[in-house]
Every structure is written in C-alpha cells, then in structure tokens.
C-alpha cells in the first residue's frame, strides 16, 4: 500500500499506515469519489495512470473512515450494494421503527445487507444518507474528516439547449451554499478538498463564492478542465475539477475562461509522460482505445432491450442519430437522459455490423435512408458504461434496479479514472 505520513491523533494511529485519511462525501452518487480516492491510495506509486480495465470491489478500504450523503436512495441502495463497508444511516426521528429493504424503489433505509446505524453500539465508521446536505449541522462536520469530495447538482451550470443557467440563483445550488457556509463555521476543517461539475461551472457567480470561502478558510486551489479521452479512454467527458489544500500548496489562480493550460494532466498522471528537469509533463499524449475495449457480444435474447426501434428509425431526425463502431475511438458525452432521449448531447449509439472494418470516422455511415439499420444499432449496455467510467462491473447494481435507474445513475456520476489521477495528484508526498 502507499504509504502516506497524515496527521493523526494517537500513537495507535500512527501505525496504521495508509488507513490515516478520514473521508466525507457530499452529493456522493454512486461512489465515483471514493472509487477514485481509494485507486489513487491503494495504486502503486509507480503507476501513474489509472487502469483502463474493469477494476475490482475493495474488499478492505484503505481508508479510516468514509461518510457520504446522498439524496437519491437509487444511488444510495447501489452505494451500499458495493461497499460492503457502508452502513444506511438513519435520518428517522425514531430510527427503532422497523423500515423495509430497498427494492428498486425509493422507499426504506436499509442496506441490501440488512446493515442499519442501530445494529450496534460501536463507531460508525462507514455510513451513507439519505439526506440533503442543507440540514448538516457544523458540530456534526467539525474534524471528522481529512478529505472532503463533492460533486454539486450541474443543472445550474449546464449549457444545454433547453438550461436555464441560473448560476447560484438556482434553488439546487442550496446545497453547495450549505457546505461554505459549513466550511466556514467548523473549526477543524479538512485538510484537502476535491470538486467535480460541468465545463459550465468554471466562471460561474457560483464559482467565485467558493473560491472566496477557501481564501478566507486559508485554502489554495488548482484547477482542470479534463476528459478521460486525455487517459486513453474513448469517450468525451469533459468536465471542471478543483483540488485543494489547506496550504499555499497551489496558485489559486482565477479564472473566468478556459485557457489551455486548464487542459494539461496534472504530474505524475500519464504512463508515457515524459518530464523534464523540473518534473514538468513534456508529452501527455496517449493512444485512445478502441471502443471494442468496453463492449461485449451480446445475445439474442438480451440485445432486443437495447436496440433502437424500428419507427425510431423511420424519424426525418434519425438521420442525426450518434453512431459508433466498435472500431472508433471516441464517444459522445453519455448523461443521465441516455435512456429516455436519443441524440448526442446525451451519448452515442452502437452500430452492430459484422462485415465492418473501420471506424465510422473513416467510413461513415449511409444516413440516406436509416432503416436499412433496423436490429443493428443499440445503446451502450449500463455494464459497458461503468466500463468506460472506470468503476467495477460485475454485480454492481442491486438485482432488481431497473435499466432506467442503471443509466440514470452512471449518467449522473464522475469519471473514476480521472478522479484517481486528481487524488493521486493531490495526496502525494504527503
């Protein structure tokens, strides 16, 4: 394990090693922070990128202990699900009352594992709640964590067609409000922080409120407007990252557009990257996979739920349809509204040919007439999503979660992989 020299708080602790971070997770999703966060402590200190391949389920987490609220108990009953660890805790006023096990519905508080906060007496070490990050109190927040991690709500910030764009004016952003106002109020604040939005985010009204609470808080930041296309992986996703620290570690240059240097990996995150004298990255560029490295063969029987209807086809707008082969080497952005809409804002379609041989780059498609494609295009499975977002593929959504709520949820979360390379970034030497 890499070895990380913490504060901790007794001779006990400082032999424990790696288990000396202490984590809290805000809007947490389905664990893509700490997936990454774990990579980055568990990853040999020679390996500088994260793998591209399926990783596995930790069964013994490097770190000391993990908290995370969520409001989504689809995402909740899925974080649970693969972090054996994780114990629903209870937002009830009597939590004595006996609740049901979560189905695929909203409904009841209980880990899949029959686990609740009320099975035991000892120290709750490892939790995730359904709660809303609004009605934190700062006693409960004040020096129970190393690290903090979040991803806010993007809609504020998204550029889409149909956004509003309300920057902090928007009532999603109540809770991103709460955690400055958190972080300001508690004494024994985190020592590092990792933020994760959309490309939007960066210039935004909401933005500068932040950086305003980490001047004041004697936080310095760096930030990074990074794709997993720069990690070999063949989908865009590009996405505003901010690492800080309790130091004047980094610049905390502000920022109200993109520049390029927003762009560049940080060291050390790329295998190939060569660096010069002063350990600066020289070449970041990588050789992208193909997207056959993420797809499997499916059956007859099962490919029928992911292929795109006939009278879908038929549509003068099919022609617009975002095609891939398993030969290309890049995809559309996939977002939590892959299952319900069909265009390239929200991820690309899968074209299932046999006799192809190139990339839809080099040989596209007959867009004439989209018929004739009529049982060979399909959306990428949930399995192959969490493939190209870096997280563990096998048994990782509850049995009975339906396929809407499995793409909902990966649409929703980070990239692991770049989060790994962050985390990395942020916590080495120390």
């Known amino acids: 394990l890499l070895h990380l020299k913490m504060p901790v708080t007794s001779k006990d602790d400082a032999n424990s090693s790696s288990r000396s971070y202490r984590m809290i997770e805000f809007f947490s999703g389905i664990g893509g922070m700490r997936f990454g966060v774990e990579n980055a402590l568990l990853s040999d200190d020679k390996e500088h990128v994260a793998t591209t391949q399926q990783i596995s389920n930790h069964s013994t987490s490097p770190l000391l202990s993990c908290k995370a609220y969520e409001i989504s108990q689809y995402a909740n009953s899925t974080y649970a699900h693969n972090f054996k660890d994780a ?3 209870s937002t009830k006023k009597n939590p004595s009352k006996k609740r049901k096990r979560l189905k695929g519905k909203e409904s009841g508080d209980v880990q899949e594992g029959g686990s609740t906060d009320t ?11 359904t709660k809303l990050v609004e009605q934190l109190k700062p006693k409960d927040m004040d020096g129970v964590a190393d690290i903090w991690t979040m991803s806010p709500p993007c809609q504020p910030f998204t550029r889409t067609w ?6 902090s004016d928007d009532e999603r952003c109540k809770g991103f409000k709460a955690i400055i106002s958190l972080l300001k109020a508690i004494k024994d604040k985190p020592r590092f922080i990792m933020l994760e939005n959309v490309k939007g985010f960066l210039g935004s009204h909401m933005l500068m409120l932040w950086q305003e609470c980490l001047t004041e808080c004697g936080y310095s930041w760096e930030e990074f407007l990074l794709s997993p296309m720069q990690l070999g992986i063949p989908n865009h996703r590009t996405r505003y990252y901010m690492v ?3 130091s004047d570690r980094f610049s905390s240059q502000v920022r109200e557009k ?3 240097e927003l762009s560049q990996l940080p060291t050390p995150c790329v295998n190939n990257a060569s660096t010069n004298t002063e350990g600066e990255t020289t070449k970041s560029e990588v050789e992208v996979s193909t997207v056959s490295s993420y797809t499997s063969d ?3 029987q099962d490919v029928g739920k992911y292929l795109i209807p006939d009278a879908v086809l038929k549509k003068k707008w099919a022609k617009d349809l975002p095609v891939v082969s398993v030969f290309d080497k890049v995809t559309h952005c996939f977002t939590s509204g892959y299952c319900r809409q069909l265009h390239k804002s929200t991820g690309s379609l899968l074209l299932l040919e046999t006799d192809r041989s190139k990339s839809v780059v080099e040989e596209p498609i007959d867009r004439s007439d989209m ?3 009529k049982g060979k295009l399909r959306r990428f499975t949930p399995i192959e999503l969490l493939k190209i977002f870096g997280f563990p593929s096998d048994d990782f959504f509850p049995a009975d979660m339906s396929l809407t709520h ?3 949820l990966v649409g929703n979360s980070v990239n692991v992989n770049v989060v790994t390379c962050l985390a990395k970034y942020l916590l080495k030497d120390v």
Do not use: G, H, T
Request: net charge negative; aromatic share 8%; glycine share 0%.
């Open 371 to 373: 018929s004739k494609y």
């Open 298 to 300: 499916l059956d007859k």
């Open 258 to 260: 993109e520049d390029m």
């Open 406 to 408: 499995q793409y909902k």
């Open 244 to 246: 800080c620290e309790r």
């Open 162 to 167: 149909n956004a509003k764009q309300r920057d």
């Open 119 to 129: 099975d035991s007496e000892s120290p709750i070490l490892f939790s995730v709640a």
């Open 87 to 89: 114990l629903i805790a």
